[in-house]
């Protein structure tokens, strides 16, 4: 069996995306933790999410068609998490709605890395 263990995005700004990324994810019982100035990871249940300035020192870039999912709950949910990414600065790449089986909503953080909440 094999399962997702971390999914890492670039940032140009860790101090922002810090800041972006545990005011998003304190309700969700995530912990942060800050091995270097470079990397932030949020820890899950069997999971790590992670923001991280490139090793090679190159500018970040979200990449085309890359999009990390987080289940997050219920439609209730789905709208809260979707609602509280724009009011902390991410923008709008498909609002809370039914897409087949989930209900689902896409969002970019600062950096412009997409990622979609889903019940």
């Known amino acids: 069996m094999m399962k997702m263990n971390y999914f890492v995005v670039g940032t140009n700004d860790m101090v922002a995306a810090k800041s972006f990324y545990d ?35 190159k500018p970040a870039t979200n990449g085309n068609g890359t999009m990390v999912g987080f289940c997050v709950g219920v439609e209730e949910d789905v709208k809260r998490m979707h609602a509280l990414a724009l009011e902390l600065g991410g923008t709008c790449e498909g609002a809370p709605n039914q897409r087949g089986p989930k209900f689902s909503a896409y969002v970019r953080d600062l950096d412009g890395n997409k990622m979609c909440f889903s019940d």
């Open 23 to 57: 005011a998003l994810f304190a309700q969700l019982g995530l912990q942060s933790m800050s091995p270097s100035e470079r990397m932030t990871y949020w820890l899950g249940d069997g999971f790590a999410f992670a923001a991280a300035k490139p090793f090679n020192t």
